[in-house]
């Protein structure tokens, strides 16, 4: 009696059924459509209620060293920085371009809610970092998102870091 052939080739998976009708399915596209973006908190205070909140109600929100800071005031510096944020952010008001980046070395600046959608080029002691300002950079340190060095990555020792390698020439 022959052998059999086994047929090679691609089966069909068997069928699931998911359980939702064309309704549910309608449904679900629909919330999936309907869903926004997540909305930032700032200590509890949404961050478009942020903006409209003076300087004086936005300081009892930061921490002490942030509040310390906005009670000596800022030098002039700091508030001529945030007017050029303010004009270039004006420039491109309306359209979909976003603001052209304004360089700084003011890495001691705190991040304000008028900051942000801003672009800013940080100095970090070599070159100029570029910072996106979002919501949730609010009350920190400009500083912090420009890394003045640059991270050690641990791999393997290279030529000439072992004794059998006193002999090999390095050319």
């Given at each position: 009696m022959p052998k059999k052939i086994k047929k090679i080739g691609k089966r069909k998976a068997p069928r699931r059924r998911t359980g939702m009708t064309e309704e549910d399915a309608a449904k679900a596209a629909e919330l999936?459509?309907?869903?926004?973006?997540?909305?930032?908190?700032?200590?509890?205070?949404?961050?478009?209620?942020?903006?409209?909140?003076?300087?004086?109600?936005?300081k009892e929100l930061v921490h002490a060293r942030a509040r310390r800071r906005f009670r000596r005031g800022l030098s002039d510096k700091h508030k001529s920085f945030i007017r050029r944020l303010r004009k270039a952010k004006k420039s491109v008001q309306g359209t979909i371009?976003?603001?052209?980046?304004?360089?700084?070395?003011?890495?001691?600046?705190?991040?304000?809610?008028?900051?942000?959608?801003s672009q800013i080029g940080v100095y970090n002691g070599k070159g100029y970092i570029h910072v996106e300002v979002k919501p949730d950079m609010i009350g920190y340190y400009l500083a912090e998102f420009s890394i003045t060095y640059k991270p050690v990555g641990h791999g393997r020792p290279g030529l000439g870091s072992t004794g059998s390698a006193k002999f090999i020439p390095l050319k």
């Open positions: 999936k459509a309907k869903r926004k973006f997540r909305k930032y908190y700032y200590r509890g205070i949404e961050v478009e209620k942020l903006l409209d909140l003076g300087t004086r109600e936005f371009k976003k603001p052209k980046i304004i360089k700084t070395h003011l890495r001691n600046m705190i991040v304000v809610p008028e900051m942000v959608a």
